[in-house]
């Protein structure tokens, strides 16, 4: 019984390591939040999908860093899968285990600190729908 439990906390130990890793970064995170946004089954065009259109990067910079860094990391992960021709990103296998934690700081959104939610505008639009009820 100590081996798997074990063996299941290092699993564990393992997925949030993988979350927060993918979270750690803008660009990954703007994707995550724009394939919650779009259908299950829709891919989303890039490198538009990963920018924060309160600070758009260079369109030039940013797409070297998703091909060389953030896109082979977040499928690694199983979390995306992407393509190059044409430049899209899709949800991955594992992509509800990233999700639930973008999901679950929206719901949350009334509680988090303004310097974490001013500047972000899917958590400005969902503190302003939750104060609104």
Known sequence: MT??????GKRVIHGWDAV???????PRRQLIVSLLDSPTDQSVPLPESAVNPNVP???DDLRQELFHRHLPMLADMGF?????????ASRGSRFDEVAVVFDALQAEAT???????LGCQRLERERERRSGD
């Open 20 to 26: 927060f890793r993918a979270a750690s970064a803008e």
């Open 80 to 88: 995306i899968e992407w393509e190059l021709e044409p430049f899209v």
């Open 111 to 117: 509680d988090i600190p303004d310097s974490l939610v």
């Open 3 to 8: 081996g798997v439990r074990f063996e299941n």
């Open 57 to 59: 990067p260079n369109p």
